[in-house]
């Protein structure tokens, strides 16, 4: 009897949050996806994002192997595309893992990717668990590693992992998965 009032009181306040959520934000929201030429600038349509990644693919091209180092996209990239906007300016290139590739090099981005190939080898479900409380134990830490690598496939069209606390959520992640009691 008490955990269905727990779960009621919970379920209420999802629900509470929700609401509280579409009221303060949906009319915007709803406005973008009901008249699709509420755009702010044609920058920051579709078009626009392929012709960043575009321009992103150029200048890691011209700098393969080492990047142009850690925090340099803004800058380098303002002064290196040919999109023609002058006073338009690129914080990123709407992909984590371009924004890494072009601020890193091949290197660094083949060093990451082995990483999450690793995660893939560990986690799967080709690894045998004999008991039951194992069992348990892995569930857990199957579903913190899908949750690693629905968030770093996020990353390929937009950059979550650049903001302090997904990165450390990612952390978090990445280590439940990894982690096995012995």
């Known amino acids: 009897r008490r955990r269905s009032i727990e779960r009621v009181a919970v379920s209420g306040a999802v629900v509470l949050a929700l609401t509280a959520g579409a009221v303060l934000f949906g009319?915007?929201?709803?406005?973008?996806?009901?008249?699709?030429?509420?755009?702010?600038?044609?920058?920051?349509?579709?078009?626009?994002?392929?012709?960043?990644?575009?321009?992103?693919?150029?200048?890691?091209?011209?700098?393969?192997a080492l990047g142009i180092g850690l925090g340099n996209f803004n800058g380098v990239f303002g002064m290196t595309n040919k999109m023609g906007d002058a006073y338009m300016r690129y914080h990123h290139p709407e992909s984590?893992?371009?924004?890494?590739l072009a601020e890193a090099g091949w290197p660094a981005t083949l060093a990451a990717l082995l990483g999450v190939v690793l995660l893939l080898r560990w986690m799967g479900?080709?690894?045998?668990?004999?008991?039951?409380?194992?069992?348990?134990?892995r569930r857990l830490r199957l579903a913190a590693g899908f949750a690693a690598l629905l968030l770093i496939a996020h990353g390929l069209v937009d950059v979550p992992i650049h903001n302090l606390a997904i990165s450390l959520l990612l952390g978090l992640l990445v280590s439940m998965a990894f982690y096995e009691k012995r």
Do not use: C
């Open 27 to 64: 009319q915007k929201l709803i406005a973008r996806f009901t008249n699709p030429g509420v755009i702010a600038t044609p920058q920051f349509s579709m078009d626009g994002r392929v012709r960043v990644y575009q321009e992103t693919l150029d200048l890691i091209l011209q700098h393969p």
């Open 96 to 100: 984590d893992w371009l924004w890494f």
């Open 125 to 137: 479900p080709w690894r045998k668990v004999s008991h039951s409380h194992h069992r348990r134990e």
